[in-house]
C-alpha cells in the first residue's frame, strides 16, 4: 500500500490546512513519475561519441487553447527529447506557431505528476492513501461498478464528465455538445445526444443510457456565436486589412484562440491600423497597443452599450448596413414575435417562404424583407391591429439607461476614452473587434453577444475586408490555411442502433443535483462518475461548491495523465496516454503519430474503454482497434481524392496545402442574411423549463452577480478577482513543469498580481507572502506588484494544481454560478481580500 502525508479532504480544502513539504515527492509516492528517474533527456551520445540515432513525429498538445499547433517531436533512444513547431515548405515568418508550453512537452511526458500506473483509493477521499493495483483488477472495478449503478438506478446515475485534456480528439477524446437540451412546445424537455468525440466511450454511454456532463468553459460565446446568433468569423489574415483592431478579452500576442492571428494583427499596424486593447490587467497586446483601456471585470457590456448611444446620438452609424444588412428594420409585437408574411395570409405560417416582413417607406407598405428597397428603422406601426416596432427601436430603449456617463462610471474608465473608442470604431474604419473569452466569464457576459451583433452592424464591422465581429473566436487556427483539411467524415461508428436514451447537461449543475436530488423536475442519482481527461476541481469555477457536491457521489473514477486534483479526491485512478503515446486524429487536419511506447502502463482511453465494455458482456459494441476506426473515420472517396486520406495522414502526420494567404471574408450565414442582434426566442443551452422574456432577448446590460460595485460584501472583500490564460498560464495539463515554473512562480510559488496603491495600504511588496481569500475559499502565494493591473482588482493564476500551493487553492475563490443560458464557468466573477502573511 502506498501512502501519502497530503490530504484533500473536503475539510481541509476549504479550511486552507497547511500543505506538508516536498510537493514532487508527495507525487511520486501517489504513483506519479518524477524527472529524475524517468531519464528524459538522456542520450547516447554521453556514452558514445557518434550521434545519436533521431526519428520525429508529428503531434500537438491536446490543450484547450485551440491553437491545434502542429508540432514535431524529436525521438531519441526511445524518448521525446523535444517538441518543436513544425517547419513549413513556404517561407512566412507567420506560419511557424507555437508557444512555450508546447515546447515544454517532455516535461509533461516525464514529470513528477505523471501518472504510472492503475490505483484505487485506500482510505477516505482526499487522504492520498492509495494502492497500485493491476488493470485486470482496475478494469474488473469500472465495469462492475458502472453495472451495479445500472442496476439500482438506471443507466443515467452513470455520469460521464468529458473535458479538455482529449477535447479535440476524435477517437480518445470525450463527449461533449454545445447545446445540451431542447425544450420542446409540448414542455418536454429532450436531452440532445452530443456524441462529437470520443469512439469508444461514445458507443459505451450510448449503449448504458449514461448521462453525459459537458463542460461550461467559454459557452457564453460559444453557443451565442456558432449556435444562436450564428456570428460570422473571417480568416486570420483579414486582419491585415483592419484599420482599426480592437483586441477586446483577448491577447493575441501571447494566448489567443489562434496565435498565428498575432502575426497578422502585426501586418494591419504595419499597413497602419490603430491597436486598442481593452482589458483590466496590462498584458502583452495591450503593451503593443496604441490604447488600453483597463475597464472593470465584468463590465464590457456597458462599455458597448454607451458606445452604441455615442455613435447614434452622433450620427455615425453606417444606416444603409443597419437597414439593409442587419435585422434593425424587422417588426416585432408585443410579445417579442416577428412580424411575417403568414400574418398578411400571403405564407403558410412556418413554411420557408414564411420570412419577417419590414416597412418599406418607399412602398409606404409592409413587404418581406427580402423585397424592400427603403426599411425603415425606427417607428411603431398598425398592422391589421396589431401594434409593432422596430427592432431597433426596441434594442436603443432597452439599453436606454446605460449612457456614456453611466458605462464610464460603470467600467471606472472616462467619457472621453468611451467616446474616443466609439468614434474611432465608427470613422476609422473597417474596424475588426478581435473578441476572445476573457471578457465573458462574469455571470451576465452572455448578453454581450447580443451588443456585439448591434455595436457591428452601426460601424458596419461585418462582411468587409478588415471588418469582423466576435472575431477570434473561430478565427480559424493556423492549419486552417496552411494544413490541407479532410472534405468529409464517416460518422457511422458513432452510431448505435440500439441505443439507451439517456441524459446531457453541463457538470457543473451537480452542484445543484446535490442540494435537490432531481434534474430537471425529476429524481436524479448520482452513481458513479467517470472524469474522462477532465479536471473539475481544478478547472471549473466554484470548486469549493463541487467539491462539496462530489461527497454526494457514490464513486468516481478519473482517467487522466496526470494526478490533478479531481484525480487525488477519487475513488479509481487510471493513467491514460498522451500525444506522441498513441495515435489520433484532431481537428484541424492534425493526424497525431505514435512516437514511443506509453510512460509507465499507461493506455489509451480507447483501450481502457474498449476493456471495460468487453468486462460488461459487450464484446461486439466497440470492434476493432483505434487504427481500425480512424482508416473508416478518414477515408472517405473524397479525403482520398484529396490527398488527405488515412494513409496520407498517418504516414505523414499532416498534409501541407499550397499557402496563398487568403483574406478570407465571411458574410453572415444565418437564415436572414443579417446581422443578428434579437432573438424571437432563446432556447438555454440546459433546459428544465426556463423561459426569458423580451428584453433578455435583446440588447441590455446587466451588473455581474458578486463583482459589481455596489455589492455590500465589498466592504469586507474590496478586490475584484479574475484570471488569464498567457503563455505560460493555461489549464492543468502544465503542472508541476519545473521550465514552465522559472516564468511562471517567484521563488518557486505561484503569484497574484496587485496594483501599487492595493499592495501600499497592506504593507504589501513583490516576493511577500500573502494570503487572498474571501467567502468561497482562500489561498496562499507570493505578491507581484505591478502598475499593469486596475487598483480595484487582484489577478490569480490558473491551472495549478491544490498541491502547488502553500496553502489553499486559488480555484477555491471562484464563485459556483453557471447561468441559466448558457451554463458558463464565470470564472472572474468574484470579490476577495489580501492580507501580508
Not at 438555454?684 to 451588473?703: C, E, H, S
Request: hydrophobic share 35%; net charge negative.
Amino acid at each position: 500500500m502506498d501512502k501519502s502525508s497530503k490530504k484533500l479532504t473536503r475539510r481541509s480544502f476549504l479550511a486552507t490546512t497547511a500543505l506538508a513539504a516536498g510537493a514532487l515527492a508527495t507525487a511520486t509516492a501517489a504513483g506519479c513519475s518524477s524527472v529524475d528517474e524517468s531519464g528524459a533527456g538522456a542520450t547516447s551520445a554521453e556514452t558514445d561519441t557518434a550521434a545519436p540515432e533521431e526519428s520525429y513525429f508529428v503531434g500537438t498538445c491536446h490543450g484547450n487553447c485551440g491553437g491545434r499547433c502542429a508540432l514535431k517531436a524529436t525521438v531519441r533512444d526511445g524518448k521525446v527529447v523535444s517538441t518543436l513547431p513544425m517547419d513549413y515548405t513556404k517561407e512566412n515568418e507567420g506560419l511557424r506557431v507555437g508557444c512555450v508550453k508546447g515546447v515544454s512537452n517532455p516535461l509533461r511526458i516525464y514529470g513528477p505528476s505523471r501518472l504510472l500506473y492503475p490505483m484505487k483509493r485506500a482510505g477516505e477521499r482526499g487522504s492520498g492513501e492509495w494502492e497500485q493495483i493491476s488493470w485486470d483488477e482496475a478494469i474488473e472495478l469500472f465495469a462492475n461498478q458502472l453495472k451495479t449503478t445500472m442496476e439500482t438506478y438506471g443507466g443515467e446515475a452513470n455520469m460521464w464528465q468529458g473535458g479538455a485534456g482529449n477535447m479535440n480528439g476524435v477517437l480518445n477524446g470525450t463527449p461533449t455538445g454545445i447545446i445540451n437540451s431542447a425544450l420542446l412546445p409540448t414542455g418536454e424537455i429532450k436531452p440532445l445526444d452530443g456524441f462529437s468525440k470520443g469512439y469508444a466511450n461514445s458507443r459505451l454511454i450510448q449503449k448504458t443510457g449514461g448521462t453525459v456532463l459537458s463542460v461550461g468553459h467559454d459557452m457564453a460565446g460559444i453557443v451565442f456565436a456558432f449556435v444562436h446568433l450564428t456570428q460570422p468569423r473571417s480568416a486570420v489574415e483579414d486582419l491585415a486589412n483592419a484599420k482599426t483592431i480592437v483586441s477586446w478579452g483577448a491577447n493575441p500576442a501571447e494566448a489567443s484562440f489562434c496565435r498565428a492571428a498575432w502575426n497578422w494583427v502585426c501586418k494591419g499596424r504595419e499597413n497602419g491600423a490603430k491597436l486598442i486593447t481593452i482589458d483590466p490587467l496590462f498584458t502583452s497586446t495591450a503593451a503593443h497597443s496604441d490604447e488600453w483601456l483597463p475597464v472593470r471585470t465584468g463590465t464590457d457590456a456597458a462599455l458597448m452599450c454607451g458606445m452604441i448611444h455615442y455613435i447614434v446620438d452622433n450620427d455615425l452609424a453606417d444606416w444603409d448596413y443597419v437597414k439593409n444588412g442587419s435585422v434593425a428594420p424587422f417588426l416585432i409585437d408585443e410579445t417579442g414575435a416577428y412580424l411575417r408574411l403568414s400574418n398578411f395570409g400571403k405564407a403558410e405560417a412556418g413554411a420557408d417562404d414564411d420570412v419577417p416582413v419590414v416597412w418599406d417607406e418607399d412602398a409606404g407598405e409592409f413587404v418581406a424583407h427580402t423585397e424592400a428597397v427603403n426599411p425603415a428603422i425606427r417607428g411603431t406601426f398598425d398592422a391589421e391591429g396589431t401594434s409593432v416596432r422596430t427592432v431597433f427601436d426596441a434594442a436603443m430603449e432597452n439599453i436606454a439607461p446605460f449612457t456614456v456617463e453611466f458605462a464610464a462610471e460603470e467600467c471606472g474608465i472616462s467619457v472621453e476614452q468611451i467616446e474616443n473608442l466609439a468614434r474611432t470604431c465608427a470613422t476609422e474604419g473597417p474596424t475588426s473587434f478581435y473578441i476572445n473569452y476573457g471578457l465573458e466569464h462574469t455571470y451576465e457576459s452572455w448578453r454581450i453577444y447580443f451588443l456585439i451583433g448591434l455595436l457591428a452592424s452601426l460601424t458596419h464591422s461585418v462582411g468587409i475586408p478588415g471588418g469582423s465581429h466576435v472575431g477570434s473566436i473561430g478565427l480559424g487556427h493556423e492549419s486552417a490555411t496552411t494544413i490541407k483539411q479532410p472534405k468529409t467524415f464517416n460518422a457511422d461508428g458513432f452510431v448505435v442502433e440500439d441505443a439507451v436514451p439517456g441524459n446531457h447537461f453541463t457538470g457543473d449543475w451537480i452542484v445543484q443535483i446535490a442540494e435537490t436530488g432531481q434534474w430537471a423536475g425529476k429524481d436524479f442519482h448520482m452513481g458513479t462518475l467517470v472524469n474522462m481527461c477532465a479536471n473539475p476541481l481544478d478547472n471549473f469555477s466554484g470548486s469549493s461548491a463541487l467539491l462539496k457536491a462530489y461527497d454526494k457521489i457514490d464513486y468516481i473514477i478519473t482517467i487522466d495523465s496526470i494526478m490533478t486534483t479531481t484525480a487525488h479526491y477519487s475513488d479509481l485512478v487510471l493513467p491514460t496516454c498522451m500525444p506522441w503515446e498513441t495515435y489520433e486524429y484532431i481537428d484541424g487536419g492534425i493526424f497525431e503519430q505514435k512516437a514511443i511506447e506509453p510512460v509507465g502502463d499507461a493506455k489509451s482511453d480507447f483501450d481502457i474503454i474498449k476493456s471495460v465494455a468487453v468486462k460488461m458482456g459487450y464484446d461486439d459494441l466497440i470492434e476493432g482497434e483505434g487504427l481500425d476506426f480512424l482508416r473508416s473515420y478518414l477515408d472517405t472517396p473524397e479525403n482520398i481524392e484529396a490527398g488527405v486520406g488515412f494513409d496520407a495522414l498517418y504516414e505523414n502526420g499532416v498534409v501541407v496545402g499550397d499557402y496563398s494567404m487568403p483574406a478570407t471574408v465571411v458574410p453572415e450565414y444565418n437564415p436572414y442574411g443579417r446581422t443578428q442582434f434579437y432573438m424571437e426566442y432563446l432556447m438555454p443551452r440546459d433546459a428544465w423549463g426556463q423561459v426569458f422574456g423580451l428584453q433578455d432577448r435583446l440588447p441590455f446590460y446587466k451588473p455581474s452577480i458578486e463583482a459589481y460595485a455596489d455589492n455590500p460584501d465589498r466592504e469586507k472583500y474590496p478586490l475584484y478577482g479574475f484570471s488569464n490564460h498567457d503563455l505560460y498560464h493555461g489549464q492543468t495539463l502544465w503542472v508541476h513543469n519545473e521550465w514552465l515554473n522559472t516564468f511562471r512562480t517567484i521563488e518557486g510559488k505561484p503569484f497574484c498580481r496587485m496594483h501599487p496603491e492595493v499592495a501600499e495600504a497592506r504593507g504589501i511588496k513583490t516576493g511577500d507572502k500573502v494570503r487572498v481569500f474571501n467567502d468561497h475559499g482562500s489561498c496562499v502565494l507570493n505578491a507581484l506588484v505591478t502598475e499593469g493591473i486596475r487598483n480595484d482588482s487582484l489577478w490569480l493564476p490558473h491551472g495549478f494544481t491544490w498541491d502547488e500551493f502553500e496553502e489553499g487553492y486559488a480555484q477555491s475563490l471562484t464563485r459556483w454560478c453557471p447561468d441559466d443560458v448558457t451554463s458558463n464557468n464565470n470564472f472572474n466573477d468574484w470579490i476577495c481580500q489580501v492580507e501580508k502573511v
